[in-house]
């Protein structure tokens, strides 16, 4: 068993004084020969800088790693921690002089990282840059360009789209999506047939988020919005391409401009994706299309692809059509569909046009093990239950999905079975039936229930985590409201508890909502405090320690690990088992994270909740919902790792809020790329990630080697 009390003398050191021991190093922090005192300063030079980079620290901290004369390896570090901490006025400081001085030789690194601190101080000088002699330089400020919001980056890209450098123009095409800067989209169209796949990828790319501007600026100026064909027809050739990505790309801003109605002319290429040999290019066309589209050939087209061999490819067209009210091909797709999951899914679409058949048949039948289908079955049986007038049957369903799902559809009720059920749910042992409780009775304004939701309040640590959320939520609503009438007494309670969780809730995760709720963040601090310590070793490597947490030093011994031994985590699921590989260097906080999840079991059956055909799955969320985590969170560790196809990435919900779950990509998706933390890759069993659906588990993740 390894330990790490070795490194221990140099972590008594105050960081200020080992910051410039370190920065006074005249050898490299990296030698390919083992030297046990080099390793030992490198570790805790990356200790030091993730510390500050991952609490948010002070720039400052950081500079004496920046002194020219310092190593390669702890100026890079230094420098990608500053754009990680964001746009700060000590950051841009820092990063403007190296983005300005034409002898750093890591200019390039801190061009980047301007970019991905969204430094709109930095924009002039990011400008000069990329119209500069040298390409990659010039490259790399173009892209960061688009980052950095100013009203004159279009203008100052489009030029670039004339370099004779392909990385420019692809990169100033990246830089023009980025900033939406829709005048240029005519310009953008024009290399949809670059030679080069790279350039094809990036105007696919930069067409679809101007387009999305494109609408945006007609809809916030109240002018009329029904696409337009002309533009739309640029990308059809885009439709015939050989490789599924590009036709997969020509959809999506085909999606946005596409009028409403479709003509006559845009059907042939469009039906004939319809028998598209890659299911995931059919539920782009249906998802993009069809769904928003109107007109008989479109429900025929949906009505087609019901039959369709891929299970997703069937739902998407199920919801649609339901959507659409189309109520015989969807009878139809009952009658044959064998998929229990299918089946009900498209119980639920029949009823919604009014015809309970469907369910009466699906009521009856055996739901068997997957919990997924008796969910729902009881989401349906509460669609059911209203649309026939019973609507109170979900208080005596043991399911809380069901309850959840009732809460979210009683709308203007009242009476006294409304009020059973919110007794009954204020005393719920599940979570989720618990916030969904406090919410409703804030969005009714339900004043005599006010004093429940105190008393869960005031528990403290004892009231479940998610009810803690939806109190924050309710309370600060609640008092945010100027026309309702709080007694004094209750103002007083609330403020009181709201002020005590934002500065000593046991969770995160709470904290962090209340901070951002009352829009106290700075005031308090920075709030990650570490990694949960695993209560055994972990690669054999002992972590004891007083504290709940690992602190960045032992954070990056794991990683060290990571980089060294490339151990993988294998999921197995309900669908089959997929891998994963971890890339340690671009985010290390990150990587020892995930690993830490699958060491302590935090995603042994749990499981998908969100499927985005021809886009992303995303689990691993120990409620279930999607709103859960396991207790501790991941601030942001943007990298240059592109999101694509099986590509591993951190969902969030706003800036440093990573936790547990994980999302892993159907499909190349540029607009991630820089905005959520990617950091691995699946390495086997990409059929897997194709063939999960909402509700199918997790099993188990185990650590191979």
């Known amino acids: 068993m390894h330990s790490h009390a070795e490194f221990s003398k140099t972590s008594q050191l105050p960081p200020a004084l080992l910051l410039v021991l370190l920065a006074a190093l005249p050898v490299p922090l990296a030698r390919a020969e083992p030297d046990a005192a080099l390793e030992a300063r490198a570790l805790e030079a990356r200790a030091l800088v993730l510390r500050v980079e991952l609490r948010r620290g002070p720039a400052a901290d950081l500079a004496p790693l920046l002194a020219p004369r310092q190593n390669a390896l702890a100026r890079s570090l230094a420098i990608r921690a500053l754009g990680r901490i964001g746009d700060r006025p000590d950051v841009n400081t820092l990063l403007a002089r190296l983005v300005k001085d034409k002898t750093e030789p890591q200019r390039r690194l801190a061009i980047w990282a301007a ?8 924009y002039e000088p990011l400008a000069i840059v990329a119209h500069g002699k040298d390409p990659s330089l010039a490259a790399t400020a173009a892209a960061a360009l688009g980052w950095c919001p100013d009203p004159r980056t279009g203008a100052a890209l489009a030029p670039l789209l004339g370099h004779p450098s392909a990385d420019v123009r692809e990169a100033a095409l990246v830089g023009l999506g980025r900033a939406r800067a829709h005048a240029h989209l005519v310009a953008a169209i024009a290399h949809l047939d670059a030679k080069q796949p790279e350039v094809r990828a990036a105007a696919d790319f930069a067409c679809w988020l101007m387009a999305h501007g494109l609408r945006a600026e007609k809809t916030k100026n109240q002018q009329p919005w029904d696409g337009d064909a002309s533009l739309a027809a640029a990308f059809t050739p885009r439709l015939s391409s050989g490789d599924p990505e590009e036709r997969m790309a020509g959809l999506r801003p085909m999606g946005v401009l596409l009028p409403k109605r479709l003509a006559k002319k845009d059907w042939p290429v469009l039906l004939g994706l319809v028998d598209d040999p890659d299911p995931r290019v059919v539920q782009g066309l249906i998802w993009r299309i069809l769904t928003p589209r109107e007109g008989k050939d479109v429900d025929a087209a949906l009505a087609r692809t019901l039959g369709h061999k891929d299970p997703k490819v069937r739902q998407l067209a199920a919801e649609a059509l339901g959507q659409k009210k189309q109520r015989a091909p969807l009878q139809d797709a009952f009658a044959r569909e064998r998929d229990v999951r299918l089946r009900f899914v498209l119980a639920v679409e029949v009823a919604r046009t009014g015809d309970f058949s469907a369910w009466r048949i699906a009521e009856s039948l055996n739901w068997g093990p997957d919990a997924a289908v008796r969910e729902r079955a009881e989401v349906l049986c509460h669609l059911f239950a209203r649309k026939l007038g019973d609507a109170l049957i979900a208080a005596e369903v043991a399911h809380p999905t069901a309850t959840v799902a009732l809460f979210e559809n009683l709308g203007e009720r009242k009476g006294s079975d409304v009020d059973e059920l919110v007794n009954v749910s204020f005393a719920s042992d599940d979570p989720s039936v618990v916030a969904a409780v406090i919410g409703f009775v804030v969005k009714r304004r339900l004043d005599k229930r006010y004093d429940d939701a105190l008393f869960l309040a005031e528990e403290g640590a004892t009231t479940p985590i998610d009810a803690r959320l939806a109190l924050i939520e309710g309370f600060v ?21 709201l002020d005590k969780t934002a500065k000593s809730d046991p969770s995160a995760f709470v904290r962090d ?9 700075r005031d308090l601090g920075n709030d990650y405090k570490g990694l949960p310590r695993p209560t055994e070793p972990l690669f054999g490597i002992e972590l004891k320690g007083e504290s709940d947490w690992l602190n960045e030093r032992e954070i990056t011994i794991l990683a060290q690990h990571i980089r060294e031994h490339a151990p993988k985590i294998r999921f197995r699921t309900s669908a089959g088992s997929f891998t994963v590989a971890v890339d340690a260097e671009v985010a290390p906080a990150h990587a020892v994270s ?9 995603y042994n059956e749990t499981r998908f909740h969100r499927v985005v055909p021809n886009f992303v799955i995303q689990g691993g969320d120990p409620s279930g919902t999607g709103a859960g985590h396991a207790g501790w969170f991941v601030p942001d560790e943007i990298s240059p790792l592109p999101y694509v196809r099986g590509a591993l990435g951190m969902p969030k919900s706003r800036k440093d809020d990573g936790g547990c779950q994980i999302f892993v990509m159907h499909t190349s998706y540029r607009p991630l790329n820089e905005r959520y933390t990617g950091y691995g890759n699946v390495v086997e069993g990409l059929d897997t990630i194709d063939r999960i659906r909402v509700g199918d588990i997790i099993r188990r993740a185990e650590i191979v080697k």
């Open 594 to 602: 995930l690993f830490l999840a699958a060491h302590a079991g935090v």
């Open 513 to 521: 909502k209340a901070r951002v709720l009352l829009k106290r963040g």
């Open 115 to 122: 970019g991905i601190a969204r430094a709109k101080a930095l």
């Open 477 to 497: 609503e609640l008092l945010g409201d100027k026309k309702l009438k709080l007694g004094d007494k209750t103002k007083k309670r609330m403020t009181a508890w």
